[in-house]
């Protein structure tokens, strides 16, 4: 998806890094230390995310389900919160 996005090559690079990393530490904090993000880059970075609609979050691969739906969606659908 990241590829397939309208994002510019290095953008497209940096969120791959960043995917990458964070699969490898299991934690989306560490690989922004490693890959030395700042926060206006951190930010910068996770709105193309959004704007993808894709999460920087790996799902390991021994966990049951292939997606992972957003959880203030989740906690909106259940809620008694009226649009």
Do not use: W
């Amino acid at each position: 998806m990241i590829d397939k996005s309208s994002c510019k090559k290095n953008s497209k690079k940096l969120m791959k890094e960043l995917v990458k990393s964070s699969a490898t530490h299991s934690s989306l904090d560490m690989a922004f230390d490693i890959l030395n993000f700042n926060k206006s880059q951190i930010k910068a970075i996770l709105k193309k995310f959004n704007k993808i609609g894709v999460s920087p979050v790996v799902i390991p691969r021994r966990y049951e389900f292939d997606t992972i739906r957003n959880p203030l969606d989740l906690a909106l659908e259940y809620s008694d919160y009226d649009d």
